[in-house]
């Protein structure tokens, strides 16, 4: 089932087509800050339109992915990885899917502050 991820203005539009069993909440500084529940796949299963303007990029820390958002509204939509980074994946943020959608969908925390581990619950 293909999945739709949007921004708040719909500006930017997000198709994940792949599989998600489970989705990553991340504790470190950025994805703490952002609130978002990372879905991954490879960056051939997802499709990245934009209406009115691109999306613009931050990358931080160790520069090894650029984290996307909406000029136009803010939404931090998808990230993808960098010349250093893993070319074979992608993760789009699953905040911007429809709540019905992932509602039974396993959510995983990853200590990515400290321990680079993920946190049994």
């Not at 703490?32 to 990372?38: N, R, Y």
């Not at 990029?57 to 090894?64: F, L, N």
Request: charged letters at 15%; a positive charge; hydrophobic letters at 30%.
């Amino acid at each position: 089932m293909p999945y739709t991820a949007q921004c708040h203005c719909g500006n930017i539009t997000v198709t994940f087509d792949a599989p998600v069993n489970a989705l990553t909440s991340c504790n470190c500084s950025i994805c703490h800050k952002l609130g978002a529940l990372w879905g991954y796949t490879h960056p051939s299963n997802i499709t990245v339109k934009a209406v009115a303007e691109n999306t613009t990029s931050y990358s931080h820390g160790d520069k090894y992915i650029e984290f996307h958002h909406c000029p136009l509204c803010g939404c931090t939509t998808h990230y993808t990885p960098t010349k250093i980074g893993n070319p074979q994946r992608m993760a789009v943020n699953f905040k911007m899917v429809s709540k019905k959608l992932i509602n039974d969908v396993k959510i995983r925390h990853f200590d990515g502050a400290d321990t680079w581990q993920f946190i049994e619950s």
